[in-house]
C-alpha cells in the first residue's frame, strides 16, 4: 500500500489582508517525495483549494475542518514552517495526538509546537531533500 503524505505548511502565516505566502515550497517538497517513495499519495490541500482565502466564513471553516481529518489520515505529516502559521500549528496538534508521524521543516527549532510535537525536524529545506536520500528512510516514517 503506498503511503499518504499530507503536505501542510504556511499559507497566510502572519501576513494581513489578503496576502498569501508562496507557496512554490509545495513543489519542491511533492518532487523530493516522489524521488523517495514514487508510488505515494500526497495529498496537499493548497492544490484542491488555492482560493480558500475567498471561501465564506462557513465554507472556510468546514474546509480546514476536512483537512484536518485528511492529515490524521495520513502515515506522515511534511510541515513547511519557515515562520508560524496558527493552521498549520492546528494541523500538527491534531496529527501528534493521532499518532501521525510529523516531519517537520523550519528555521523554528526551539518553538514550541515544531519542537515538541515533531518526530523530526529539518531546519531547511535542503536539510529535508538531503534526508530523504539516506537509506534508512524507506522504512519512515
Same mark, same amino acid.
Given at each position: 500500500m503506498p503511503k499518504r503524505f499530507f503536505l501542510a505548511g504556511i499559507i497566510q502565516g502572519s501576513q494581513r489582508g489578503r496576502r498569501l505566502y508562496p507557496q512554490d515550497y509545495r513543489e519542491r517538497i511533492k518532487r523530493a517525495l516522489e524521488g523517495r517513495f514514487p508510488k505515494a499519495v500526497i495529498f496537499c490541500p493548497y492544490e484542491l483549494h488555492p482560493n480558500s482565502i475567498d471561501y465564506d466564513s462557513k465554507k472556510g471553516k468546514e474546509t480546514f475542518l476536512r483537512m484536518i481529518e485528511e492529515a490524521k489520515r495520513s502515515d506522515c505529516l511534511v510541515a513547511y514552517l519557515p515562520e508560524a502559521s !496558527? +493552521? #498549520?500549528a492546528i494541523e500538527i496538534? =491534531?496529527? *501528534?495526538?493521532? +499518532?501521525v508521524p510529523i516531519w517537520t521543516i523550519s528555521p523554528m527549532g526551539e518553538n514550541w509546537v515544531v519542537k515538541f510535537f515533531s518526530t523530526k525536524i529539518f531546519p531547511s529545506l535542503s536539510?529535508? =531533500? #538531503? *534526508? !530523504?536520500?539516506e537509506p534508512e528512510v524507506v522504512r519512515s516514517p
Open positions: !496558527l +493552521g #498549520t496538534w =491534531e496529527c *501528534y495526538k493521532s +499518532g536539510d529535508f =531533500e #538531503t *534526508y !530523504l536520500q
